[in-house]
């Protein structure tokens, strides 16, 4: 999803982004400052706390500190305690796109985080191919389609929560670089969209393993393939994924292998179904993982539902996400319930006020994060 408008008061960003992209496409910034250029942006700035009994959880060491935590953002260690702070998920990002010619583009888009050592990462960098008017061939650096919300999850104005239930969304691999092809089809009053991507991703010093580990680890994905088909009728939308890889992780200090998936394939499977009808908005989101090299599989859920009356929107929901060991793989199975209510306010055009209540109930044995309670706030800015 892209919020694009017309940016003439600031043709520094214009000249600076268009020239970066050039440069990472391979071209020299003088040319590339000669074609179409656009541009767009977005913000959050979010902060929150946990409350509740004290527990005790098995995460590592820096994040089982205070006596609640709650995980907002998996893919990037993104963790609440029992006192306010806005590093969690406050972030900003800026896209340009070069267009050379009605069929060939190039498309870049970073993010910064207030997160340590996470303050700026090249999120996409890749090049379009119209190959037809339906038909387009993307390659380099993309967001992997696992989730409805994946290519706009950073942009907070695009949902009504605070976040995307983190019991569904994250994994070690946010993005990947290869390869996608997508066509577009309309029957009717009925529009499909399909996309095969292949491709691998190398993360080092991953975020989501510093959740469990007090090491850095690198992760590797190679052989990721799959498809995405999300198809829209009226009031309705739904989206079927299904993405697998190979799965390698290796000490950084070391390079011990820790995990290697060896010949088999880690799979992930997911279905969104949405409706919006007058003033009401659902959003569900189902899926399921076999990650036999680590030694579990997985299904988990949210469903939430909305209503809009003038500029304010309230939305409830609840999600889940259950574990279960493969025999003899030693693995503790981690298993989170979760509850939410959400207040969206249209500040401005673009802008966005939100006050959130989670609830969190962990059901493991023993706890994984604990159970916790957490209110955060955000105001969620496009440009």
Known sequence: MRFNGNHGSRPWIRQALSAAIATMAGLSPQAGSAQDFSFSGFATLALGKTSGACTEGALAGQY????????????????????????????????????????????????????????????WLYMSYKLSPSTTLQVGRKRLPLYY?????????AYNTVRPSPDVYGWEVVNYNGASLSHNSSYGDLTVRSELLLGSENSRDNPYTKLVYDEAKDVRWSGIGGFTVEASYDWFTGRLSYIRSKLRQTDRATGSVDVDSGGKHQTFIGLALNADVGSWIVRTEFGRSDREAVGYKARYYLATAGYRWGDFTLTAGSSNYLETAYPDAGYVPVKLRSHLLALRYELHKGGALKLQIDRVRDQGTPAYVGNSRLLSASYDLVF
């Open 64 to 123: 089982n500190l205070g006596c609640t935590r709650y995980i907002a953002d998996w893919g990037h260690a993104g963790v609440y305690r029992d006192s306010w702070s806005a590093k969690q998920e406050t972030r900003a990002g800026l896209q340009g796109t070069l267009t050379f010619s009605p069929e060939l583009s190039a498309t870049a888009q970073i993010t910064a985080r207030t997160l340590k050592d996470q303050h700026l990462n090249l999120e």
């Open 149 to 157: 919300y994946s290519d706009f999850q950073d942009i907070g104005y």
